[in-house]
């Protein structure tokens, strides 16, 4: 039987160029924090259309993506050549035991199944390498943020867990936050609201009302400032 849980982490198949167009991307210093020094070969999981492959890749790494999504992961051969994109998922990874020297899960980890996700991310890595998930969270310490959040938690259930516990064979996490901003027309706003799976999934007259919702608390700003807290958590495969 399909899962809720299933049914939402399919749903990006159905906005992928929304998610391109909308979706924010990631400061280089995420990478330099993900990523430890001196690892050559990263895997991208659950890589969506490249958000941070691209990042990966302009930090000179020789990088592997793996997604689901056959029209996520052609958004991203076209956005980052350089990169091998491949199909799999956390639970399934197409790559050969102690291949990579870092795993890096993107707005990704709350799709999988840790219990079979977390022996299949340590089988990939060497040991020694690394596991670092991370999520952009908009900072909601901001009244207009608030707002905006505030239309989009009518439709969603509940906060995301993005301090998860990983456990055996990874040792004790490491977490940081990075703040930054990220500037964004108007468009790419809503884009950035119709690619969040709980939108893709509501009935069509549901998601009109809530973007016209959003269109008129954004009025007519040519241009949006939004405050972004990156959550990190890396945990080293012993
Ligand atoms: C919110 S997007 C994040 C994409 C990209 N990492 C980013 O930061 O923009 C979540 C992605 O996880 C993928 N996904 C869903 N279930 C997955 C699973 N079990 N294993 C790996 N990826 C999965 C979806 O297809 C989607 O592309």
């Known amino acids: 039987m399909t899962t809720e849980r299933e049914v939402h982490a399919a749903s990006f198949d159905r906005a992928a160029d929304a998610?391109?167009?909308?979706?924010?991307?990631?400061?280089?210093?995420v990478v330099a924090w993900a990523v430890p020094a001196g690892a050559r070969r990263v895997l991208d999981l659950g890589a969506g259309t490249g958000k941070l492959t691209r990042v990966l890749v302009d930090a000179g790494l020789d990088v592997v993506a793996v997604e689901p999504s056959a029209r996520m992961r052609e958004q991203l051969a076209g956005a980052v050549p350089e990169a091998t994109a491949l199909e799999g998922a956390a639970e399934r990874i197409p790559l050969a035991d102690g291949s990579v020297d870092a795993v890096v899960v993107a707005q990704a980890w709350h799709w999988v199944d840790p219990a079979v996700a977390v022996p299949e991310v340590a089988r990939v890595l060497r040991p020694g390498g690394t596991l670092s998930l991370i999520w952009n969270i908009r900072d909601h310490s901001e009244p207009r943020v608030a707002r905006l959040d505030e239309l989009l938690?009518?439709?969603?259930?509940?906060?995301?867990?993005?301090a998860p516990v990983i456990g055996e064979?990874?040792?004790?996490p490491e977490r940081t936050e990075i703040r930054w901003r990220h500037r964004l027309t108007r468009a790419e706003l809503l884009d950035m609201v119709a690619s969040r799976s709980y939108v893709i999934v509501l009935p069509?007259?549901?998601r009109e009302r809530l973007l016209a919702d959003v269109a008129a608390l954004v009025g007519d700003a040519g241009e949006i400032e939004m405050p972004y807290v990156t959550r990190c958590t890396r945990v080293t495969r012993r």
């Open 169 to 172: 064979p990874f040792g004790a």
């Open 153 to 162: 938690r009518r439709h969603t259930r509940g906060e995301l867990d993005t």
């Open 19 to 29: 998610y391109e167009r909308g979706r924010p991307p990631y400061p280089a210093e």
């Open 204 to 206: 069509d007259d549901e």
